[in-house]
């Protein structure tokens, strides 16, 4: 039985609670920290979000250490793994002093801000006796599983063209609004268009090189993107993200991947499954399970590697750092209007 502790009960905190609340033969929370002394107390009712549990509750944490300070919650014994739910620009430092104390460690995506933080990040792990993993849910989800597994296999053929978005409201439920601020999360690229940059580089590896296109609408950092990813000739891939909509749209995610001999098509707000389209004209859609989702899978995974005292394999800490290094070069395309070499 693990016993972990979480850093930060925001939105991404919560919905993290919630999946060790199922996951009871595998760990047990032994601890949780926040500044805010509400949240600190289980009085999650202000805390919003955008996908999964969209709206807090008050729960009851009897039994479980608070602790206003993330340094005495990793100090605690009793906590094994620590789970980092903190604004991007904490990351860097929390999960490096949990690695150095002997702890296992997931911490939330992106992995850091810079690839110079990625990299310490790397060299603790390195050193440290405690398993390492970003959570990378998109690379556990449902549908997003079902996809790679089309691309790895080809069981359609070979992918002709793929197309992933990210489209959202701009957000508003982060606590005093970091999440717009580019020097604490990076923006909506580094923040939310990275689930799609490091799913593209989990089936098709690094491309050669990225156009991309942005603007800057909230102020901070930018708010929309959409790149061409250059592989071969007879490829074309397309990323889009965005938290640039009205309130009343909302969130979705979704994919289109026109394989040789059919399409795959899903989109979360449609309320239609994700379903294969046949070159023949018809359709089917395969079963998808129903009672997890990609951060029950992720956090499952994790334990899994914990307990068996082995590496993750899935999502590991180097491919996290690239994801961050190509949504930066993204960036770079974006400011300068040219495409970006990939080396």
């Given at each position: 039985?693990i016993g972990?502790?979480?850093?930060g009960?925001?939105?991404i905190?919560?919905?993290?609670?919630?999946?060790?609340?199922?996951?009871?033969?595998?760990a047990?929370?032994?601890?949780?920290?926040d500044?805010?002394p509400?949240?600190?107390a289980g009085?999650?009712?202000?805390v919003g979000?955008n996908v999964?549990d969209?709206?807090?509750s008050?729960?009851d944490l009897?039994g479980?250490?608070?602790?206003p300070?993330?340094?005495?919650?990793?100090a605690?014994?009793?906590v094994?793994?620590?789970?980092i739910?903190?604004?991007?620009y904490?990351?860097?430092?929390?999960?490096?002093?949990?690695l150095?104390?002997?702890?296992?460690?997931?911490?939330e995506?992106?992995?850091?801000?810079?690839v110079?933080?990625?990299?310490?990040?790397?060299?603790?792990a390195?050193?440290?006796?405690?398993?390492f993993?970003?959570?990378?849910?998109?690379?556990f989800?449902?549908?997003?599983?079902y996809?790679?597994?089309?691309?790895?296999t080809?069981?359609f053929g070979?992918?002709?063209?793929?197309?992933?978005?990210?489209?959202a409201?701009?957000?508003?439920y982060?606590?005093?609004?970091?999440?717009l601020?580019?020097?604490l999360?990076?923006?909506a690229?580094?923040?939310?268009h990275?689930?799609?940059?490091?799913?593209?580089?989990?089936?098709?590896?690094?491309?050669?090189s990225?156009?991309?296109?942005s603007?800057?609408?909230?102020g901070?950092?930018?708010?929309r993107?959409?790149?061409?990813?250059?592989?071969k000739?007879d490829?074309?891939?397309q990323?889009e993200?965005?938290w640039?909509?009205?309130p009343?749209?909302?969130?979705?995610?979704?994919?289109?991947?026109?394989?040789e001999?059919?399409?795959?098509v899903?989109?979360l707000?449609s309320?239609?499954?994700?379903t294969?389209?046949?070159?023949?004209?018809s359709?089917?859609?395969?079963?998808?399970p129903?009672?997890?989702?990609g951060?029950?899978?992720?956090i499952?995974?994790?334990?899994?590697?914990?307990e068996?005292?082995?590496?993750?394999r899935?999502?590991?800490?180097?491919?996290?750092?690239?994801?961050?290094?190509i949504?930066?070069a993204?960036?770079?395309?974006?400011?300068?209007?040219?495409?970006?070499?990939?080396?």
């Amino acid at each position: 039985m693990i016993g972990v502790g979480i850093i930060g009960l925001g939105f991404i905190g919560r919905n993290h609670f919630n999946q060790y609340e199922q996951l009871k033969e595998k760990a047990r929370i032994a601890a949780v920290c926040d500044k805010e002394p509400d949240r600190l107390a289980g009085d999650w009712s202000k805390v919003g979000g955008n996908v999964g549990d969209k709206q807090g509750s008050v729960r009851d944490l009897t039994g479980i250490k608070q602790y206003p300070n993330w340094k005495d919650l990793i100090a605690d014994p009793d906590v094994q793994m620590v789970d980092i739910c903190v604004p991007t620009y904490l990351h860097a430092e929390m999960a490096v002093a949990a690695l150095q104390a002997g702890k296992h460690v997931l911490s939330e995506k992106p992995m850091a801000l810079s690839v110079a933080d990625c990299d310490k990040m790397l060299k603790a792990a390195a050193k440290a006796k405690g398993k390492f993993m970003i959570a990378q849910c998109i690379r556990f989800w449902p549908e997003c599983v079902y996809l790679q597994q089309a691309v790895k296999t080809k069981k359609f053929g070979p992918l002709k063209a793929l197309h992933l978005r990210r489209q959202a409201s701009t957000p508003d439920y982060s606590l005093n609004n970091w999440i717009l601020n580019p020097k604490l999360s990076g923006g909506a690229i580094l923040d939310l268009h990275v689930h799609d940059v490091d799913f593209a580089l989990f089936m098709l590896g690094k491309p050669k090189s990225i156009t991309a296109q942005s603007y800057k609408r909230t102020g901070g950092g930018y708010d929309r993107v959409h790149a061409l990813w250059q592989y071969k000739k007879d490829l074309v891939v397309q990323l889009e993200g965005m938290w640039d909509m009205p309130p009343a749209f909302g969130f979705n995610m979704g994919f289109t991947a026109r394989f040789e001999k059919a399409a795959i098509v899903f989109d979360l707000t449609s309320g239609k499954p994700l379903t294969v389209m046949h070159n023949d004209g018809s359709t089917e859609t395969p079963e998808m399970p129903t009672r997890t989702d990609g951060y029950f899978n992720e956090i499952a995974y994790f334990l899994d590697c914990v307990e068996k005292k082995q590496k993750p394999r899935i999502s590991t800490p180097a491919e996290s750092r690239l994801a961050v290094a190509i949504a930066l070069a993204e960036i770079k395309s974006a400011q300068t209007g040219k495409p970006v070499a990939i080396k």
